[in-house]
């Protein structure tokens, strides 16, 4: 059974970098399409980024494009989430969540309820 972590939250200030880390145990990520979400206090969770099974496709929610990367590196078993240029608007818990998926599914979706494994989120907080 796949198992998330999610790491690397913390406070940053707003203009600065940091990078949220999903580290999977149990199975390999290699089989699964990965998304990251977010949900900030009083709001709905909503999706942030997402990354296809064979990295071929990258998804972004306008507020975070250019300012936001999704990557993952297989052999570390890992997904990443670059945060550059955050703002206070980006304050909230970020989970990384996963869905498996066929070898030749090329898109990811960005509906939280398409992804039944989930870590248990990471606090960003942006404030100066």
């Known amino acids: 059974q796949l198992q998330l972590v999610e790491s690397g939250g913390g406070l940053v200030q707003p203009g600065g970098s940091l990078r949220l880390s999903c580290a999977a145990s149990?199975?390999?990520?290699?089989?699964?399409?990965i998304g990251w979400f977010r949900q900030a206090p009083g709001k709905e969770r909503e999706g942030v980024s997402c990354i296809s099974i064979s990295t071929a496709t990258t998804t972004n929610a306008e507020s975070v494009k250019g300012r936001f990367t999704i990557s993952r590196d297989n052999a570390k078993n890992a997904v990443y989430l670059e945060v550059n240029n955050p703002g206070p608007e980006d304050t909230g818990v970020y989970y990384c969540?996963?869905?498996?998926?066929?070898?030749?599914?090329?898109?990811?979706?960005?509906?939280?309820?398409?992804?039944?494994?989930w870590g248990q989120g990471t606090q960003l907080t942006v404030s100066s």
């Open positions: 149990g199975l390999t990520l290699d089989g699964f399409t």
């Open positions: 969540a996963a869905r498996g998926t066929s070898p030749d599914q090329t898109m990811c979706p960005m509906d939280d309820r398409r992804y039944p494994i």
